[in-house]
Structure formats: structure tokens, C-alpha cells
């Protein structure tokens, strides 16, 4: 009786190369890119350094947080775009701030279990593209005019018009980055994770120096060269760089800053996560095809 793939004994995934986007503010140099466009960076660069034919990709496994509407499986956006195989899967998971991670976590699984031999595997986000909602009542409101057969007549337009009404009812949303269940933001949950673990505010003012330091100093000696993909503006100029780190910063000058998501709290917009726009992919093999196809591993 043949063996089939998925009874091979395991084989070991490796990772070949990475890029990523330089990562910036939000609402900043990359307000023009979408997600997609923003994968379609990371993963267009990854194939020319890699110089990997087309045809020997598998599947693109994609993360993301804010998902378009209009295209959510935005893995399969990128493999669309940068013309891979139609023979190559593509799917897109999401889990909040891990979901790159769990992207890789999903491709080198697949790897492992012989489903596959090459995976590209990273995430996007661009925090500038979030869609605005209309009210449920806007949607509830217009969805039968809408759906129903033949054109509205102006007293119809008139009926619709008055079930709007105030307009401060009808007005669009501005997106809350707050947890569904418990309706905190990130910042609010921090603020008690930091209570409860006696994680002090000095603490993580010095962390987030050092951070921001050692970034800065890994900027000025090229150390991220290898990894950054540089990025064109409509306007001509390039990206190259981080533009969210603060080499100059001191623990003096964050101490000044007040306290945001808490009136007696820790966190401030020094020390916390800022909101950002990139994307970055890594390419995923096992290690039997990479070493058929010449690939020394980063990592396993």
C-alpha cells in the first residue's frame, strides 16, 4: 500500500529570508497604501531578493487586523496581484496584534505536515485605511429600498429620508480600537496588566528608551539594511527607514508626559505601542527543498 504525504515521517520547515516595509505613523507617508498594496510591497521585494521562480510557491498564508471589506481574504489579493501560480493557495487568519505570527505558526505547521513545500507567510496592516462604518440604522433603513425591484419614486426617497432623521443618528462612525467583550482598549487592559504585575511607570519609561535607543542605533549602522524594503511615494520620495523611532528621547523627557488611559495610570503615548502602517513576509520551506534549491536557512 503507497504511503501517502500527510503518513511521511515529519519534515522540518525552515525559514530562507524575510523583508519588511519600514514602519510608520499612522495617517503619515503611507495614507495612499491599503493593506494590500502594503503586502504586495513586502512580498514582491521578498520574491526578487529570493530570486524564487513563481511556480515552485505553494501557498501565501496572511495576516492581518484591519481587514478590508471589499477584500478580506487579503492573502489571496497578493497572490492575485503579483501573478503566482493558480495552482498556489492563499488565506488569510487574524489575531489581533499576533496574527503575522500566527500566519507563520499556520505555514510552517503546513510544511511540517507535507501539505507543502514553499510558503510565503507574513502580514499587513495599514491603520490609515480603516473603514468607517455607517450606523446599523442608516443599513436597516436604506437596505429595502435598495433590494426592492424598479426604481424609487420621490415619495419613496421622502418616506426613506424622514426614518433618518436626526441626522446626528445617521452621522458615520469613527472606528474604536476597543476589545469587543469587555470594551477596553489596548491601552485600558494594559493599565491593569501593569497594576497587577507591579510593572512601575519608571520601569517603563526606561524600557521604552531603550527601545527606542537601540533601534536607532541598529538604523545608524545599517543593521536592518538586509531586511528593509525601501518604499516609493507617489510623490517620488522614498521610505527608508523607520519613522516611528525616537533616538533623542530620555526617560526625563517621557517622565514630563501625562498619563493616557488612566487618570492615576502608567501608560502614556511615549511608552505605548504606536499606531503604525507596514508589512513584512517571510519565505518558508522544508528543509529538503531548500537545500535542493540552493537556500541556506536563517532559521528553524
Known amino acids: 500500500m503507497p504511503v ?9 520547515a525552515v525559514i530562507v529570508t524575510g523583508v519588511r516595509t519600514p514602519f510608520v505613523k499612522a495617517f503619515a507617508e503611507y495614507l495612499p497604501f491599503d493593506t494590500i498594496a502594503l503586502g504586495n510591497a513586502a512580498v514582491s521585494e521578498l520574491l526578487q531578493r529570493s ?34 501560480p493558480p495552482s498556489a493557495e492563499a ?15 499556520l505555514a510552517v505547521a503546513a510544511v511540517e505536515r507535507g501539505e507543502a513545500d514553499v ?22 433603513t436604506l437596505g429595502p429600498l435598495m433590494m426592492g425591484k424598479g426604481k424609487a419614486t420621490p ?9 433618518l432623521m436626526p441626522i446626528t443618528e445617521i452621522l458615520p462612525r469613527i472606528p474604536k480600537i476597543a476589545e ?19 510593572i512601575s511607570r519608571q520601569a517603563q519609561d526606561e524600557f521604552a528608551v531603550r527601545s ?12 536592518f539594511r538586509d531586511e528593509v524594503a525601501p518604499i516609493e511615494l507617489p510623490s517620488g520620495k522614498w521610505v527608508h527607514d523607520d519613522t516611528i523611532v525616537r533616538g533623542d528621547t530620555s526617560v526625563e523627557q517621557m517622565a514630563k508626559l501625562r498619563p493616557v488611559f488612566a487618570k492615576n495610570g502608567s501608560l502614556t503615548a511615549a511608552n505605548s505601542s504606536a499606531l503604525t502602517d507596514g508589512a513584512a513576509a517571510v519565505l518558508i520551506m522544508s528543509e529538503e527543498k531548500a537545500k535542493a534549491l ?7
Open 4 to 12: 501517502s504525504k500527510q503518513d511521511q515521517p515529519r519534515q522540518r
Open 51 to 84: 530570486e524564487l521562480s513563481r511556480k515552485e510557491i505553494d501557498a501565501v498564508v496572511w495576516g492581518g487586523v484591519i481587514l478590508p471589506s471589499a477584500a478580506p481574504n487579503v492573502g489571496r489579493e497578493i497572490a492575485l496581484d503579483l501573478g503566482l
Open 91 to 105: 488565506m488569510t487568519c487574524t489575531r489581533a496584534c499576533a496574527s503575522g505570527l500566527q500566519a507563520i505558526t
Open 119 to 140: 510558503v510565503i507567510a507574513g502580514g499587513s496592516d495599514s491603520t490609515s485605511n480603516a473603514e468607517i462604518k455607517l450606523p446599523q440604522k442608516v443599513v436597516r
Open 155 to 163: 415619495r419613496d426617497l421622502l418616506a426613506v429620508a424622514s426614518q
Open 180 to 198: 469587543r467583550t469587555t470594551g477596553e482598549l489596548m491601552g485600558e487592559s494594559c493599565e491593569k496588566m501593569a497594576a497587577r504585575n507591579e
Open 212 to 223: 527606542h535607543h537601540r533601534a536607532a542605533a541598529a538604523i545608524a549602522s545599517g543593521r
Open 294 to 300: 540552493g537556500y541556506k536557512p536563517l532559521a528553524r
